[in-house]
């Protein structure tokens, strides 16, 4: 361990641009990555962090009404689902939503689920579903839906979709809660947009709002731990001192491609996350990586094995249920294993060890 410390310590010190991604861990993990990645005037990306970055970029220009999952569970009377990223990453996402016994909901409707170009899945008895597919693609029905909602004319040949389409407009106008359900990795940022403008113009009558899915691997819970720590999210760099987000410029993989960045730290530590450190797509660039399962590793790179957050240690991470930071207890007990945070504390003590020799 303490060679491979040192190894790693004399890598990163000659970085001119670290690359910190992966970034599978937990709270702590993160804290520690940015505080070493400031540090070393660095780069941080959270690998999941695509969907995240691009919310983040319409919603600085729309604006946001999100709701989180315990309210639309006990309030929502109308339930909009897009696409099939929702359920694919919760399977059981309709039973949390809509389960047999709730909370009083405002208004006099029945719930309902519209479901917008998703693959036929389990729905919930009781729940009248309706499903707007067709031969239209999701960015087309997502707009005709705004448009009736607005109640703005549009054009399809399929008549029945067009009368399904009106009543759905209808039904949004008329509900007491409408939510639009979906997940930002999966849509575009034009279909964003729409989803979030037809929100904006049914809060001017009745109430709406949004549920974004979380993103995998505690992406929530370190993109949350970056804006309070440098007050920016995910996609930001230190190269210049002052911390800098473009969404664009400080993307993990384009900056390993392009050869800007010549060391990665590549953190795969989160019980339940599954993700490959990139080392083999980007020959000739080292890497320290920091995991909790087996990995190949290059000739020029240093592998440390970390307890897995959650797994091995207790860890704070997002937890979408209430939609905030949680504590979770090691599933496995005690382990010896050093936490991510340990390490990265350790490396960045003996870089600075190291300069001031």
Sequence with gaps: MDSALDRAADLLAQARLPVFGGLFTDVNGAAAALALAQKLGGVIDHAASSGTSKAARVMRETGSTPASLGEVRNRADTVVLIGDGPRERDSKLLEKLFPAKSLPRPGDNKRELIVIRAKKGKTPKGVRTMELDGKHALPDLVALLGAAARELPFEIRDAALAKKVLSAGKR?????????????????????????????????????????????????????????????????????????????????????????????????????????????????????????KPVKAGRDDVVIEVGAAAADHDAEIYLPPIAGIGVVKASSGASKKPTVADVLKEIGALIDKKGAA
């Design 172 to 292: 949004l106008r008329e509900s007491a809660f409408v939510v639009f359900v979906y997940d930002p990795a999966e849509l575009e940022e034009p279909v964003l947009h729409t989803v979030l403008e037809t929100v904006r113009h049914l809060v001017k009558s009745t109430r709406a709002a949004t549920l974004s899915m979380s993103a995998p691997g505690n992406g929530d819970g370190v993109n949350l731990c970056s804006i309070w720590t440098c007050g920016l999210p995910m996609r930001t760099s230190f190269a210049g001192g002052a911390p800098e987000n473009n969404m664009w410029a400080f993307e993990a993989e384009r900056l390993l491609k392009s050869g800007e960045a010549d060391a990665l730290v590549w953190i795969d530590a989160l019980d339940g996350a599954e993700t490959s450190p990139p080392t083999r797509a980007f020959r000739g660039i080292p890497a320290v990586v920091l995991s909790s």
